[in-house]
């Protein structure tokens, strides 16, 4: 057994997880360092959504290893798991508030199921929350009444409201306009570094994502294919990497669907 490594909050060791026997992470290893921003990026069905969700324990590995703070995920009892999870906070894409309450019961909700907490105390929590995200003027509105990229960052403040050790963001920038983008973005960065916490976050937004990364991995295959600082992973000459980061149509990543040739399609028929 390994020891638990006191710089990473996240380990995953030589792990192996598949869906309906379709491996999807096959014997991968990586680490999120405490403390810092890290983003999961690579092509779509390469992993990255399967890797928080075997963080949450929706599922468990198939082999090897999930560690979070130096204990594995995958042997967690149910009340262990619901203990880990409480030091979790999870933004889902678009935000995913509940439509029928108000910003700020959207913000309490976590409070109200995991604490005993006065709602006093509570109030106070959730405009705290609410005011690290530019939007306690907005508490008494319904997510209807508010945009998509202050939806997100309601999200955002839901996500922190347990004030936990490690932050999930799943595709935080998917549909934003560009000063939506900007905004989230720097909160991402600005939140990690005042709260102490340690941040995941999966995006395909490369600028954005490597501006405010301190660690890049970009999963392809199966595998972790680069992983380092955003100026490591610029300099890697892996095809894969290099059709990723410059958006080319072609390399490994086939434009064309497999199939039969064009001449085998069209060469043979009269005109």
Same mark, same amino acid.
């Given at each position: 057994? !390994?020891?638990?490594?006191? +710089?990473?909050?996240? &380990?995953?060791?030589?792990?192996?997880?598949?869906?309906?026997?379709?491996?999807?992470?096959?014997?991968?290893?990586?680490?999120?360092?405490?403390? *810092?921003?890290?983003?999961?990026?690579?092509?779509?069905?390469?992993?990255?959504?399967?890797?928080?969700?075997?963080?949450?324990?929706?599922?468990?590995?198939?082999?090897?290893?999930?560690?979070? +703070?130096?204990?594995?995920?995958?042997?967690?009892? *149910?009340?262990?798991?619901?203990?880990?999870?409480?030091?979790?906070?999870?933004?889902?894409?678009?935000?995913?508030?509940?439509?029928?309450?108000?910003? =700020?019961?959207?913000?309490?909700?976590?409070?109200?199921?995991?604490?005993?907490?006065? &709602?006093?105390?509570?109030?106070?929590?959730?405009?705290?929350?609410?005011?690290?995200?530019?939007?306690?003027? /907005?508490?008494?509105?319904?997510?209807?009444?508010?945009?998509?990229?202050?939806?997100?960052?309601?999200?955002?403040?839901?996500?922190?409201?347990?004030?936990?050790?490690?932050?999930?963001?799943? &595709?935080?920038?998917?549909?934003?306009?560009?000063?939506?983008?900007?905004?989230?973005?720097?909160?991402?960065?600005?939140?990690?570094?005042?709260?102490?916490?340690?941040?995941?976050?999966?995006?395909? &937004?490369?600028?954005?994502? =490597?501006?405010?990364?301190?660690?890049?991995?970009?999963?392809?295959?199966?595998?972790?294919?680069?992983?380092?600082?955003?100026?490591?992973?610029?300099?890697?000459?892996?095809?894969?990497?290099?059709?990723?980061?410059? /958006?080319?149509?072609?390399?490994?990543?086939?434009? !064309?669907?497999?199939?039969?040739?064009?001449?085998? +399609?069209?060469?043979?028929?009269?005109?």
């Amino acid at each position: 057994m !390994h020891p638990p490594s006191s +710089d990473a909050l996240v &380990e995953l060791r030589n792990l192996t997880f598949g869906y309906n026997g379709r491996v999807v992470l096959n014997g991968i290893s990586l680490t999120v360092p405490r403390g *810092k921003v890290t983003a999961l990026m690579g092509i779509s069905g390469g992993g990255k959504t399967t890797t928080l969700r075997l963080i949450g324990g929706q599922n468990r590995a198939q082999q090897g290893q999930l560690l979070f +703070d130096g204990q594995d995920v995958g042997q967690m009892d *149910k009340a262990g798991l619901y203990a880990a999870r409480r030091r979790m906070g999870m933004l889902f894409q678009f935000g995913a508030l509940f439509t029928d309450l108000s910003v =700020f019961e959207n913000v309490a909700f976590p409070l109200r199921e995991h604490t005993d907490l006065p &709602e006093g105390l509570i109030r106070d929590i959730v405009l705290m929350k609410l005011d690290a995200v530019g939007l306690r003027g /907005a508490r008494d509105l319904m997510p209807s009444e508010i945009s998509g990229g202050m939806n997100r960052r309601v999200a955002l403040a839901r996500a922190i409201a347990l004030d936990p050790a490690l932050i999930m963001y799943d &595709e935080p920038f998917s549909g934003l306009d560009p000063i939506s983008l900007g905004t989230a973005a720097r909160l991402i960065r600005q939140l990690n570094d005042t709260l102490g916490i340690t941040s995941l976050v999966v995006s395909h &937004e490369i600028p954005e994502t =490597f501006h405010i990364a301190d660690q890049i991995i970009i999963l392809a295959n199966g595998r972790v294919v680069a992983q380092g600082t955003p100026e490591e992973v610029r300099q890697s000459e892996d095809p894969l990497v290099l059709q990723f980061i410059h /958006a080319r149509s072609d390399g490994p990543v086939q434009f !064309h669907y497999p199939g039969p040739t064009a001449e085998e +399609d069209f060469g043979g028929g009269a005109v």
